[in-house]
């Protein structure tokens, strides 16, 4: 049976064609001197070699039964999956309850509030190409209200040495979705304030100000 097209958002064509060039083929080389170390305050220096390798690939990535929360986004809309046998309520989804007496039961979709608590947190001191200049930033885990797990998601609105745990959050869209999580970010509740001392807030901020610096020196701003 022919696959008819309902929606669709076009990408450039060039694409197939980019996504062709490279395959990991070595381009060149650097050494490089820099800093190494898991803690900000005990820095040595290493030496690195740094090879160029050109590679992409284009993925045509089918959601398959989760499709529904993708085009949920894409309407800013928040969709999980509930078990009607034993009813837990899965965000992200899950197509099938992971409960071993549900023995696999399908879900039900179900939408859920634009709400929910911090679970747990990091801040990210570093990161991959396409976020380096939002350093430092803050990833969470929040749980939405009436949902039984947890999902991932980038923490605006707030310092990141004023986060905490058990925060409540509030969970906004950006103005355009494509139907991908990074659609939708998190920001505190309206008159939400840190659980942290000052001294706490004052020894974060010393330990995140080496990031500023280097992405003020890397990105401006």
Same mark, same amino acid.
């Given at each position: 049976m022919e696959?008819?097209? !309902? /929606? /669709? $958002?076009?990408?450039?064509?060039n694409w197939e064609i980019w996504s062709e060039k490279g395959n990991l083929s070595p381009l060149g080389y650097k050494i490089v001197k820099g800093q190494s170390g898991h803690r900000l305050d005990r820095l040595s220096q290493a030496e690195y070699f740094i090879s160029t390798q050109a590679h992409g690939t284009l993925y045509h990535h089918s959601c398959g039964g989760l499709s529904q929360f993708y085009r949920g986004l894409l309407k800013k809309e928040l969709w999980g999956t509930f078990c009607p046998q034993c009813g837990f309520t899965y965000m992200p989804p899950r197509s099938h309850c992971w409960n071993p007496d549900c023995r696999l039961t399908k879900c039900e979709w179900k939408r859920l509030p634009h709400e929910g608590v911090v679970h747990t947190y990091t801040i990210m001191g570093f990161s991959a190409a396409p976020f380096l200049s939002m350093l430092p930033f803050i990833l969470v885990f929040v749980r939405i209200r009436s949902a039984n797990t947890t999902i991932a998601g980038r923490m605006k609105g707030i310092d990141p040495a004023d986060m905490a745990c058990d925060m409540p959050v509030v969970l906004e869209f950006i103005d355009e979705p494509r139907g991908n999580p990074m659609d939708f970010y998190f920001r505190p509740k309206e008159g939400v304030k840190t659980a942290r001392t000052s001294k706490e807030v004052e020894r !974060? $901020?010393?330990? !995140?100000e080496p990031v500023r610096e280097w992405v003020k020196k890397n990105f401006g701003g």
């Open positions: 696959t008819k097209i !309902l /929606e /669709e $958002r076009k990408y450039d064509p !974060l $901020r010393k330990q !995140l």
